[in-house]
């Protein structure tokens, strides 16, 4: 028997399922959000539901999350909690916005970023996988290291540049732009005939194609580059058994220390990247306090998707989707997403009762009535309440789906070989 072959009996093996479903489930879901999304809008008749300024937008706030997410599910399948990622992201803004800067070019600042955030992925192996520190610990360390240092050198490098100082730096150069061409030309008229999905389908188009940056493209490509590296190769494979079980894994040949250093830092370049995205993408400076929680957000996206690049993805979306509508003013927008959470919770209480969980089941009835009425009795939600928006919508995701969540068996735990 092949060693790929034995290796998988470290792997705790997965539910049984039909064939292609796990293949296919996220995008099936993505597909029934954005179809009720349409409908949505048609009831309530909020364009902004589904128009390509919102589609932009959400790929703007989502894809940073969804980078600090994604080096979570790197760092994590080899056993190893990622809380540094925040501090990862910092650096990576600093360093990306100052080589940029330097050297004029912002693919030397986006190489720099991500080698300032797979410093930061070092640090935090050698403190876990050589030393055995609790993985909190370090993470927690590595932000408020982070931080500190970066301020520091702000100080030391921009004291005399115009514009610059302790807490910013200079205008950075931009990325270039990416656009299919005549899309937009061919696809406008249709959108803006109002019909049910089709035109939904011409947003959702114009706003994928049309002036992307080169950035967001590279950033969304990882997403499925990771899920073929982790799961569709033996070096995926054992780096996947390394977070499983490390025991099993090293018993058979597999080299475990160097799967786990190898996981936490390029886990550490992709928090980088999503630092460089925020500093010369979603805007053209480095500013202190520039990440703003998103590396802690990206553990909660990487969590709702259950480890996997798909449901990461999708938790990286929701996130960004419920941003973009509080910050283009759609108050009204979000107010309508209250209709269809009341419907997903009446389907749940549904589901529940077929299961015979009739606990659940009034619940998840009660809350979509509270929901429904709320809706019915207002007009818009209070500016206070839809500035939180994304937190609260995460946090009725996760718990509905935190029955179903599986973490990699060792994950946390201070292991080295021989131990």
């Given at each position: 028997?092949?060693?790929e072959l ?6 705790r093996?997965s539910?049984i ?15 029934a959000?954005?179809v ?6 048609v009831v309530?008749?909020?364009d902004m539901?589904?128009d ?6 959400t790929?703007?706030f989502?894809?940073?999350i969804g ?13 190893i ?9 910092i ?5 990306g916005a ?6 004029d070019?912002?693919w030397?600042?986006l190489?720099?970023g ?7 992925g070092l640090?935090?192996?050698v403190?876990?996988?050589?030393f055995?520190?609790?993985?909190i610990?370090s993470?927690?360390?590595?932000n408020?290291?982070?931080?500190g240092?970066?301020?520091y050198?702000s100080i030391?490098?921009y004291a005399d540049?115009?514009?610059a ?5 200079p205008?950075?150069p931009?990325f270039?732009?990416?656009?299919l061409?005549?899309?937009e ?7 803006d005939?109002?019909l ?5 389908l011409?947003?959702?188009v ?9 950035l967001?493209?590279i ?5 499925p ?10 070096f995926g494979?054992r780096?996947?058994?390394s977070?499983?079980?490390?025991d099993?894994a090293?018993?058979l040949g597999?080299?475990v220390l ?8 390029v886990?550490?370049?992709?928090a980088?990247?999503g630092g460089?995205f ?9 500013q202190?306090?520039?990440?703003g929680?998103?590396?802690y957000?990206?553990?909660?996206a ?12 999708m ?19 979000i ?12 389907a ?15 619940a998840?009835?009660l809350a ?6 709320w809706y019915f ?6 500016r206070?309440?839809s500035?939180?928006s ?5 946090l009725?995701v ?8 599986r973490?990699?068996?060792g994950i ?8």
């Open positions: 028997m092949s060693q034995d290796v998988t009996r470290a792997v093996p539910p399922r039909p064939r292609g479903w796990a293949r296919w489930r996220f995008l099936t879901l993505a597909g959000v954005f009720a999304l349409a409908g949505l809008r309530t008749g909020q539901l589904t390509a300024g919102t589609v932009r937008t790929i703007a989502a894809v940073p980078l600090a997410a994604l080096g979570g599910l790197w760092a994590e399948r080899s056993g909690i990622n809380i540094g990622l925040e501090g990862m992201m650096l990576g803004t600093w360093f100052y080589f940029a800067w330097s050297f070019s912002p030397i600042g190489l720099a991500v080698v300032g955030g797979m410093l930061g640090v935090h192996a403190a876990t996988v050589t055995a520190v609790d993985h610990v993470g927690v360390a590595i408020i290291l982070a931080l240092a970066m301020r050198m030391l490098l540049v115009p514009g100082g302790a807490a910013q730096s205008t950075t931009d270039p732009r990416v656009s061409p005549g899309v030309g061919l696809l406008q008229p249709l959108a005939r109002n049910f999905l089709v035109s939904d011409g947003h959702l114009i706003g994928l194609t049309d002036s992307m940056s080169a967001t493209l950033a969304i490509l990882l997403i580059v990771s899920y073929l590296v982790l799961w569709r190769t033996a494979l780096l996947r058994s977070g499983e079980n490390p099993a090293v018993s597999v080299r160097g799967y786990k250093y190898l996981a936490v830092v886990s550490g370049g992709l980088g990247m460089v925020l500093a010369l993408e979603a805007s053209d400076i480095y202190e306090g520039q990440t929680g998103r590396g957000i990206g553990l909660a990487m969590i709702f998707g259950n480890w996997r690049p798909g449901g990461l993805a938790g990286a979306g929701l996130f960004g989707y419920t941003d973009a509508l509080q910050v283009r003013g759609g108050g009204e927008a107010h309508a997403l209250l209709l269809l959470l009341a419907v997903v919770l009446l749940v209480a549904l589901w529940q009762v077929r299961g015979d969980r009739k606990g659940v089941a009034i998840a009835a979509a009535a509270a929901l429904l009425a009795t207002t007009d818009s939600l209070p206070e309440l500035t939180y994304p937190h609260i919508a995460t009725l996760l718990s509905l789906a935190a029955q179903r969540l973490a990699p068996a946390g735990r201070q292991w080295r070989a021989g131990r």
